[in-house]
C-alpha cells in the first residue's frame, strides 16, 4: 500500500511557475512508477506527465511539453512537478498518482494509488 500527500499548489498569474510535491509512503518507492493528472471544473481528469520506475522515461501531455517537468527523490521519496509559464487553462486539481506496473502509464486505470489532490489557479 503506499499513500501519497500533494502540496505546493495555489494562486499564480498566467507566465508564472509552481512545483508541485507529491509525499509518498509505504511500498518502497523506488519500485513504481509515478504521474500526474489533473482536472479542470466540469472537465474529465487528464494525463499531465509521468516518470518510470527506474527514472529514465519521462512523459508528458502535448498541452505540457516544455513547459512542466517531472521528477522525483527517491531518498526522500517525493516525486515533483515544475510548472514554469503557466497559462489559465493550466487551472486544475492536480493529483500524483503510483504505478506499481513500473512503466509511468499515461492512462488513469494503470494507477494503483491516487494522492488527494491540490489546486492550482493561474489568473490572466
Known amino acids: 500500500q503506499v499513500q501519497l500527500v500533494e502540496s505546493g499548489g495555489g494562486l499564480v498569474q498566467a507566465g508564472g511557475s509552481l512545483r508541485l510535491s507529491c509525499a509518498a509512503s509505504g511500498r518502497s518507492f523506488s519500485s513504481y512508477g509515478m504521474g500526474w493528472f489533473r482536472q479542470a471544473p466540469g472537465k474529465e481528469r487528464e494525463f499531465v506527465a509521468a516518470i518510470s520506475w527506474s527514472r529514465g522515461s519521462t512523459y508528458y501531455a502535448d498541452s505540457v511539453k516544455g513547459r512542466f517537468t517531472i521528477s522525483t527523490d527517491n531518498a526522500k521519496q517525493m516525486a515533483y512537478l515544475q510548472m514554469n509559464s503557466l497559462k489559465p487553462e493550466d487551472t486544475a486539481v492536480y493529483y500524483c498518482?503510483?504505478?506499481?506496473?513500473?512503466?509511468?502509464?499515461?492512462?488513469?486505470?494503470?494507477?494503483?494509488?491516487w494522492g488527494q489532490g491540490t489546486q492550482v489557479t493561474v489568473s490572466s
Open positions: 498518482a503510483a504505478d506499481f506496473s513500473g512503466g509511468g502509464s499515461t492512462v488513469q486505470y494503470a494507477y494503483d494509488y
